[in-house]
């Protein structure tokens, strides 16, 4: 009986370890951008700049993103941005708090998006709001899993 009984906690102790809901996305990587799309009023339009390179950086707790020209800084393309953060995700509501940005005016938002990864590709789609900036917009961004 004792043993019965020992085996029944353990199951139950099991059981209540188990993740309840939807499968947890496999976000943990490196992602690079491959397109990007803002659709701002009733305009919608390509922000994807193929003279740069972004990636994403997402960890257990936080995310980084960076942005550079691929000319090494040699012509009117020259640019470097980067941002970095916390971020929740519940489900498939990816929410970044924006901690550090080069443009200092984003800091302390946060960018709520719906995020499906399909194979080795990341979705992301939500919006960004900045009312002291008037931004206000949608914008769908997809990357590729860097390996």
Known sequence: MKN????????LFFASCEKKGSEILPLVGTWRLISAETTEKDSTFST???KTKMIKIINDTHFAFFNHDLNHGKDSSALFFGG???YTL????YTEHLEFFNNRQWENNKFEFIV??????LIQRGFEK??????????VEKYVREK
Do not use: H, M, Q, W
């Not at 499906?116 to 590709?121: E, P, V």
């Not at 009312?131 to 949608?138: A, N, Y």
């Open 130 to 139: 900045i009312e002291k900036l008037g931004v206000d917009r949608i914008i």
């Open 4 to 11: 019965y009984i020992s085996f029944i906690i353990v199951i």
């Open 116 to 121: 499906k990864i399909k194979n080795d590709t």
């Open 90 to 93: 519940k489900d498939s509501v």
């Open 48 to 50: 994807f700049n193929p």
């Open 84 to 86: 970095a953060g916390k």
